[in-house]
C-alpha cells in the first residue's frame, strides 16, 4: 500500500534528486528501515530504492545493518536495516553554527554553568509555550505525547511518537542543535525538564544524537493519574 501523503505528491520518475531526498528522509524519520519499507512508503520499485539507498551508503550519508531474525532462517539474502549517519543528517540542515558555540563559551567563562542553564531554560520555554495548550489539553498522556511529537516536528525535530513496553516513547529523528548540545549538555537536560513538565508525569531520556546516538529517545511511563502541568510563568497550573 502507498503512503506518499507524507511526502507532499507521488514521486516523479526520473527525478533522482528529488526521489534520493525522499528516500533519505524516510531513513531519518522512519530509520532503521528496510528497502523494501521505504518502496512500499514512496511508491517505486525495490530496485530503485537500493540504487537510491546504495548510493546514500557510497557518499557516507547512510549505514546498514542486518535485521535481527525471527523464526526459522529462511532462503534469500537476510533483510537489511537502514538509517541515516550524522553526515546524511546534515543534509537536513541544523540551526547552529560556530558562533553559536563560541557565544555559549563566552557566557560560560563570564556567568558560569548557572548562566548557560539559564539560557538553555529560557530557549526551550520559548519552543514548547507556542503549543503548550495544544499538548495539556490532551487528557491521555499517549495523546500528549503524540501532540507534542507533532509540536516538536513543526519546531525542525522530525519527532515521533509510539506505544513502548509500559508507556510511551518519543523519538526525535532530527536534532537541530546537536553538535552545540554535544559541548553543552545543559540544552539536553533542560529539554527532558521541559517535557516533563509538559506531559505531567516524569520522563527518561535514554539516548541523543549528541551524545552520538541515532535518534534522541525519550520514555514516558504510562501513568493513571499524570501530574498536572504547571505554568512555567507562575500562577495556577495550566
Known amino acids: 500500500m ?61 549505514t546498514g545493518r542486518e535485521a535481527p531474525r525471527r523464526g526459522q532462517r529462511g532462503r534469500g539474502r537476510p533483510a537489511k536495516l537502514f538509517q541515516l549517519t550524522e553526515q546524511g543528517r ?3 540542515g541544523h540551526a547552529y553554527d560556530d558562533l553559536a558555540v563560541a557565544a555559549l563559551r563566552f557566557l560560560a567563562e563570564q556567568g558560569g554553568e548557572e548562566a548557560v542553564r539559564a539560557f538553555a531554560e529560557r530557549r526551550v520555554h520559548a519552543l514548547v509555550d507556542r503549543h ?14 503524540k501532540a507534542l511529537a507533532a509540536a516538536l516536528s513543526r519546531e525542525g525535530y ?8 509500559a508507556g510511551e516513547q518519543l523519538c526525535q529523528h532530527l536534532c537541530p542543535v546537536a553538535h552545540v548540545a554535544a559541548e553543552f549538555p545543559q540544552l539536553c ?9 509538559l ?15 541515532a535518534v534522541c529517545t525519550t520514555h514516558i511511563p504510562k501513568s493513571s493519574t499524570p501530574n498536572t502541568p504547571r505554568d512555567p510563568h507562575g500562577g495556577e497550573p495550566a
Open 132 to 145: 503548550r495548550q495544544a499538548i495539556v489539553e490532551q487528557c491521555e498522556p499517549a495523546e500528549r505525547t
Open 158 to 165: 522530525a519527532a515521533s511518537a509510539r506505544a513502548a513496553g
Open 189 to 197: 537536560e533542560t529539554e527532558t525538564a521541559a517535557f516533563a513538565d
Open 199 to 213: 506531559l505531567g508525569t516524569h520522563v527518561q531520556r535514554l539516548a541523543t544524537i549528541a551524545r552520538g546516538d
Open 90 to 92: 546534515a543534509r537536513f
Open 2 to 62: 502507498k503512503n506518499a501523503g507524507a511526502f507532499e505528491a507521488a514521486v516523479p520518475q526520473g527525478h533522482d534528486g528529488r526521489t534520493r531526498h525522499i528516500v533519505a528522509r524516510l531513513l531519518l524519520e522512519q530509520g532503521p528501515i528496510t528497502a523494501a519499507s521505504v518502496a512500499e512508503r514512496v511508491g517505486i520499485s525495490q530496485a530503485a530504492v537500493r540504487r537510491h539507498i546504495d548510493a546514500l551508503v557510497a557518499d557516507g550519508e547512510a
